[in-house]
Structure formats: C-alpha cells, structure tokens
C-alpha cells in the first residue's frame, strides 16, 4: 500500500509569517506531486504542482521536492488569515501518473 | 470548479435503498474519479475512468460500481447503501498533465 504521511497539525503561524508543510511517500517511483488547498466544507483545490527535484515558486506558495529523501513541502510566505485551511499533500501511484494517493491532510491556522 | 458538476449536493437516503450520483464535465478531460472523504482517513479513490466504458477499482470500491457512457457523465451507484457509505463524495477530472481538479461535493447521509 503506497503511503503519503503529512503531520495532522494543527500548525498555527502568525500572520505575515512563513508557514511550512511537509509531506514524505513512499513510493520511490512517484514522479508527480501536488498540493491543494481546501476550505472546510469545500472541496479540494490545486494550488501546486511539482515533477522535478528543487524548488518552483508561484507567487507566496513555493514547492520543494527531494526524491532522494522521498519528500515534498510547501512554504507559503506572508501567511494570511485567509491562507488558513486544510493542505492535502498528494502523489502518484500505482505506477500511473493518473491516479494520486493523498495524505489526510495538516490544517493550517494563520492567526491575525 | 472548472466546469464540473456533481447531483445531488445533498441526499438522506434509508439503509438498503439504491443511490447514483452524478458527475458531469464540460472540459473534455479523458479521465474522472470519484473519491470519499472521511475524518480520520482522508481522501480515498473509490473508483476511476481512463475513457468512454473503461472504469477501474480503487482501493475502497466494494459496495459501488460506476458507468461512463459518455465522455461528460461518470455515475457512481451504491446499490444497497449502508451507514457506512455516509461521506461526502467528490468528483474529479483530469486530462494529459494528471492534474486532477474536484468538483463540488456531494454530502450523502444513509440513515
């Protein structure tokens, strides 16, 4: 069973700080992982995605990944209060790009 | 949502009644799934379409089956729901890049 373990939270940070999550799999033949973002009570959505070893920025958001280390983060710069939610953390699996395995989950809490 | 639509958002339905839930896509994607979310486990592919009529198992598929008739529309069908089949279920779709985006939602309650 191909697993994705992510830290349940919850992670409090205080506004205009830098928020870190970090997520590790288990399958060494993933080639490709996300991050989204979901509010409570809706659904999920992709805020990142990575395929290569190193760092890609989209604006506040920054993804790494480590294959070597089977390990993949996010940072979100400047938290926000609205940057609070959930971030699922998934990885392909099964030996095919289309279907992901996704981790439970850490709840992110940006106090003002 | 990127032009995905699930019916019903919400159903109360009684143990032992027949459920189907729709997804539709207006984006053309070759590939749809359906998931259901539960506290404590996450999301968990329930099954998943790689094409018109081709549907596959994933790994907490007993108790459904699903249908693609049409590149738009992938059903998914509880043919007897039981209390454990209370979750919300999402749809989602992806296309070449396996960037999957969701829809919705729909929260189903088996009494």
């Known amino acids: 069973q191909k697993e994705v373990e992510q830290n349940s939270g919850p992670l409090s940070v205080p506004e205009g700080a830098i928020a870190s999550l970090n997520c590790t799999y288990s399958?060494?033949?993933?080639?490709?992982f996300f991050w989204y973002r979901q509010y409570s009570g809706k659904s999920p959505e992709l805020i990142m995605s990575?395929?290569?070893?190193g760092d890609k920025e989209d604006g506040r958001f920054t993804a790494q990944l480590n294959k070597a280390s089977q390990y993949v983060s996010l940072l979100i710069r400047d938290s926000q209060p609205s940057d609070s939610a959930t971030y699922l953390c998934?990885?392909?699996?099964?030996?095919?790009?289309?279907?992901?395995?996704f981790g439970k989950g850490t709840l992110l809490t940006v106090n003002p | 949502d990127a032009g995905i639509t699930q019916s019903p958002r919400h159903k109360v339905t009684e143990t032992g009644t027949p459920v189907t839930l729709r997804c539709h896509q207006t984006?053309?994607?070759?590939?749809m799934y359906w998931y259901r979310q539960d506290p404590g486990h996450g999301l968990r592919l329930i099954h998943y379409s790689y094409g018109v009529k081709d549907t596959d198992k994933g790994e907490v598929s007993d108790g459904y089956s699903v249908s693609r008739s049409k590149t738009e529309d992938f059903l998914l069908t509880l043919e007897s729901a039981t209390s454990s089949q209370t979750s919300v279920y999402f749809c989602?779709?992806?296309?070449?890049?396996?960037?999957?985006?969701f829809g919705p939602g729909t929260r189903l309650t088996v009494t």
């Open positions: 399958d060494r033949g993933s080639q490709s």
């Open positions: 984006e053309n994607h070759r590939y």
């Open positions: 989602a779709i992806s296309d070449f890049s396996y960037e999957q985006y």
């Open positions: 998934a990885v392909n699996s099964g030996g095919s790009n289309y279907k992901l395995t």
């Open positions: 990575i395929y290569s070893n």
